[in-house]
């Protein structure tokens, strides 16, 4: 029991996360954006024009007291709202755009429910005209107010696109943390393999990178899934994708290199001096080359090291730390199994060979 | 396994395309949940096979080392 502190440490970790993360709701958010009666989202300068909007898990005393469009220079108050009977909510705006503004600009759509600001990126455009420009320094105060944006609601957030399957945060993601966490611990036993010669070492580092392939894979295929949904393809174009499956390649090869050799310490020996050449390649190619690469539909991507805020809201990240360790502890779980039958295996061969 | 692989992932992809049939409450978000339960059901799957795996394999060494006995 003492011993096992960390697998009920895992399993209590998970059941939290698996229960919370399927039963918590999403916070009321915009779903979509465009302009009433017509199928175009550019809006002309100094025309009025009125923007229909369509709201997500909206309770009874939901109201909408502030819509805006703003971007990183402008900002436009809508000047009269009202709701339509099918729930959707209709804006009235008249951009006015100077000439300062050399092109069409993308703006992002806020409301204001009570303290709280939504938000739907890249909802509109306005195309340039001849009227007054809106000077930057007017809106600063309203924008600190947005870029607060005060966590009031309790819920995951709710992002276009992604919407309720966010939670496959939880579900998806510690998938390639448990898969990276098992091969470094993997090239960490190979290391000692090779130092000491001892066959143990090297039988936890393989089942270690057996069941790291396992979670490579299950991490494939729910992405995989993941991606149907939302974005309707089986494998987007996303540099993060096709590393990982070079990646997983590499790690194919491993497996085959060791059935091919029949004498165990030479096996470990090969398996351990190619995992250790394979690791930082694999390492290279799933977090470094995405990162060069620009744009993906993973974060972390292009720019940013850390998890950017706009990631990961604070009840996010409620549950997915304990989700990365919950799932790394079982994997490591799993792991020990598949070491400790091997062990067994080994020791009876072992015997049988006397 | 490779039966149980096969319906796994015919049944994947049909459960994906029903999913994902309705637009209109695609858009709404509603229908997305859907792709939780899927991502949540593959790796229990995946997992419990594995562990199906090597039962079956601690089942062939014991029955081995009756034998011997």
């Known amino acids: 029991m003492r011993q096992n502190w960390w697998k009920w440490l895992g399993a209590i970790l998970l059941a939290y996360v698996i229960i919370g993360g399927l039963i918590l709701p999403l916070k009321t ?24 909007a369509d709201f997500y898990n909206f309770g009874d005393h939901f109201e909408v007291n502030k819509v805006l ?13 009202s709701w339509n009977p099918d729930g959707t909510l209709t804006a009235t705006f008249l951009p006015k755009m100077g000439t300062r503004n050399e092109s069409t600009v ?8 009570k303290n709280k600001w939504m938000a739907f990126p890249m909802a509109l455009s306005i195309r340039k005209g001849v009227a007054d420009t809106i000077p930057v320094a007017a809106d600063t105060l309203m924008k600190t107010a947005i870029d607060a944006n005060p966590d009031l609601l309790k819920g995951f957030p709710d992002r276009p696109i992604l919407n309720e399957s966010i939670r496959n945060l939880l579900y998806h993601v510690p998938m390639w943390f448990s898969m990276i966490f098992l091969l470094s611990l993997a090239a960490w036993y190979a290391v000692k393999y090779l130092r000491t010669g001892n066959i143990d070492h090297d039988l936890r580092s393989d089942s270690l990178i057996r069941i790291g392939i396992l979670a490579g894979i299950l991490g494939c295929i729910t992405g995989m899934v993941w991606a149907r949904i939302t974005w309707n393809t089986w494998w987007p174009r996303d540099p993060k994708l096709n590393g990982v499956a070079i990646g997983m390649l590499m790690y194919f090869a491993y497996l085959l290199l060791r059935a091919g050799i029949r004498d165990d310490h030479q096996k470990a020996r090969v398996g351990a001096v190619y995992n250790l050449f394979v ?6 190619l799933i977090i470094i080359m995405p990162k060069l690469a620009g744009d993906s539909l993973h974060p972390g991507a292009g720019g940013t090291v850390t998890f950017k805020q706009y990631d990961l809201d604070n009840t996010l990240r409620k549950f997915f730390y304990p989700a990365v360790i919950g799932w790394i502890l079982l994997y490591t779980w799993v792991a020990s199994l598949l070491y400790r039958y091997r062990k067994i295996e080994y020791k009876i061969s072992e015997e049988n060979a006397e | 396994m490779k039966r149980i ?3 796994l992932i015919i049944a994947l992809s049909l459960a994906c395309d029903l999913s994902a049939a309705s637009a209109a409450e695609l858009i709404r ?22 562990l199906v795996r090597l039962d079956k394999k601690v089942s062939r060494l014991e029955k081995k080392e009756d034998m011997k006995s």
Do not use: W
């Open chain 1, 106 to 113: 993308l703006y992002t759509l806020y409301c204001q429910s």
């Open chain 2, 5 to 7: 692989f096969l319906t």
């Open chain 1, 69 to 81: 469009l703003k971007n990183d220079s402008f900002l436009f108050n809508a000047h009269q709202i």
């Open chain 1, 29 to 52: 958010g915009i779903t979509g954006v465009r302009l009433a009666n017509s199928s175009s989202f550019e809006m002309e300068s100094g025309v009025e024009t009125k923007v229909e």
């Open chain 1, 279 to 284: 690791f930082p390649i694999f390492i290279a």
């Open chain 2, 29 to 50: 978000g509603n229908a997305k949940f859907n792709a939780v339960v899927i991502v949540l059901g593959i790796i229990f799957i995946g997992i419990i096979l594995f």
